[in-house]
Nanobody, 120 residues
Framework: QVHLVESGGGLVQAGGSLRLSCAASGTIASINAMGWYRQAPGKQRELVALITSGGSTNYDFSVKGRFTVSRDNGKNTVYLQMNSLKPEDTAVYYC??????????????WGQGTQVTVSS
């Protein structure tokens, strides 16, 4: 089994900052990509940021320059530093981890979601 534990969401005023964390644990041999998706009410889930095992990153154009994704491979943890937050960033943010289990099976996993609300 693989478990993802997210933390760091909350309510912040526009222009403020938040940092999300997601720690993966369980039967993990190696982790490929880690990142964050978000889903606003009435909208589809969308990619926010992704980081590969080699450190390459990919961001949605709407967050480039404001959000930074990083990872600590020793802790199997991915972070999302969100600066200059806007009301349109309000959504439930989901951690995503693409990994190989100890017996060689690929597994794509989602966190439980954490609410980020940005007030104007």
């Amino acid at each position: 089994q693989v478990h993802l534990v997210e933390s760091g969401g909350g309510l912040v005023q526009a222009g403020g900052s938040l940092r999300l964390s997601c720690a993966a644990s369980g039967t993990i041999a190696s982790i490929n990509a880690m990142g964050w998706y978000r889903q606003a009410p009435g909208k589809q889930r969308e990619l926010v940021a992704l980081i590969t095992s080699g450190g390459s990153t990919n961001y949605d154009f709407s967050v480039k320059g404001r959000f930074t994704v990083s990872r600590d491979n020793g802790k199997n943890t991915v972070y999302l530093q969100m600066n200059s937050l806007k009301p349109e960033d309000t959504a439930v943010y989901y951690c995503y981890v693409d990994l190989m289990k100890t017996w060689g099976t690929r597994s794509q996993n989602w966190g439980q979601g954490t609410q980020v609300t940005v007030s104007s």
